[in-house]
């Protein structure tokens, strides 16, 4: 019984090994063969060492653009997750009108990023955009500048264009909080507690793995962002606003030197694993905290 227990198992897993094979674990490997080798559009793949890695580290460009990437998941993640918590324990208390905050809270998630990035270069477009008509009408005799193509404002303008795309992680955390027992919060009111204070005390201690969850997601989307970006700046003006995935389609696209791109794409996947290992350990040393001084008392 133990054998053909399982030997079904390993039937039904085979499926899901082969595609995961080769959907991910291949070209991965690839990408991992090839930033070891001299790879353009004009030659075949030929080792050349370590010199793709050095290329790029020397490049100031590449720098920026790793500098541009942790910041935003940082950002993102404080945002993001942040702004997502905030109008699920909203939510969560049904007030006035929660319906129509849920509806318009959802419905930017349902466009696509690409699309949001267009509406936002219209809406601000300094000779036609929306804002710049808004402001003809208020009386404003000094038009809006071209935010996108401002070196000044470029950076926290894209930052902007995704501020909406929350509304996942408080889908998450509102199913979280249906999770928990309402005899918690029954108790605590009884008690006198405020609903600050059972949010502080009971919902937020619960939701901890969940937030921690939710960190990670918005870290990894981050690191590769491109699509808003590309639609907006492309990375300009000049280097503020390029990231790892644009500077790696600019490498691919406009050099034609793929070794040099799977190199920055090898950084890349590390640097999205190394975000969710360290987001990890940061939740579970806390949990391990937690625990002993659990233990201790």
């Given amino acids: 019984m133990v054998k053909n227990r399982r030997l079904w198992i390993t039937l039904f897993i085979l499926p899901c090994m082969a595609l995961f094979a080769f959907i991910y674990a291949a070209p991965i490997a690839t990408v991992a ?7 353009t559009a004009f030659e075949p793949p030929g080792f050349a060492g370590l010199s793709n ?3 790029i580290f020397s490049d100031a460009d590449f ?4 500098k541009n990437t942790i910041i935003w998941v940082f950002l993102q993640s404080a945002l993001h997750v942040g702004i997502g918590l905030a109008v699920a324990l909203t939510l969560r208390r049904k007030p006035k009108g929660w319906k129509l905050l849920r509806c318009a809270y959802l419905i930017p998630n349902i466009i696509p990023t690409a699309a949001t990035g267009v509406m936002f270069m219209l809406l601000f477009n300094p000779n036609f955009g929306l804002i710049n008509d808004i402001y003809t009408r208020l009386g404003v005799s000094d038009p809006v500048p071209n935010l996108f193509g401002n070196s000044k404002y470029a950076f926290w303008i894209v930052t902007a264009t995704w501020i909406f795309y929350s509304a996942f992680n408080t889908i998450i955390f509102l199913s979280e909080i249906s999770a928990i027992d309402p005899q918690l919060y029954e108790a605590a009111s009884i008690d006198g507690a405020t609903p600050w204070q059972m949010d502080v005390h009971i919902t937020l201690p619960l939701l901890r793995d969940t937030i921690g969850t939710c960190v990670v997601l918005a870290s990894v989307a981050m690191v590769s962002q491109f699509d808003i970006i590309y639609m907006t700046t492309k990375g300009g003006p000049g280097t503020t606003t390029l990231n790892l995935p644009i500077y790696l389609y600019k490498t691919a696209m ?5 070794g040099k791109a799977n190199a920055v794409g090898v950084i890349q996947i590390i ?3 190394t975000l969710v290992l360290l987001i990890r350990r940061l939740f579970r040393s806390r ?5 002993g001084r659990e233990e201790s008392l």
């Avoid at 063969?33 to 790879?39: D, E, G, H």
């Avoid at 720098?63 to 790793?66: A, G, Q």
């Fill in 254 to 258: 406009l050099e034609n030197n793929y």
């Fill in 33 to 39: 063969i090839t930033a070891f080798t001299k790879y």
């Fill in 287 to 291: 949990d391990k905290t937690n625990t």
């Fill in 53 to 55: 890695f050095k290329t």
């Fill in 271 to 273: 640097l999205g694993i």
């Fill in 63 to 66: 720098l920026i653009s790793i």
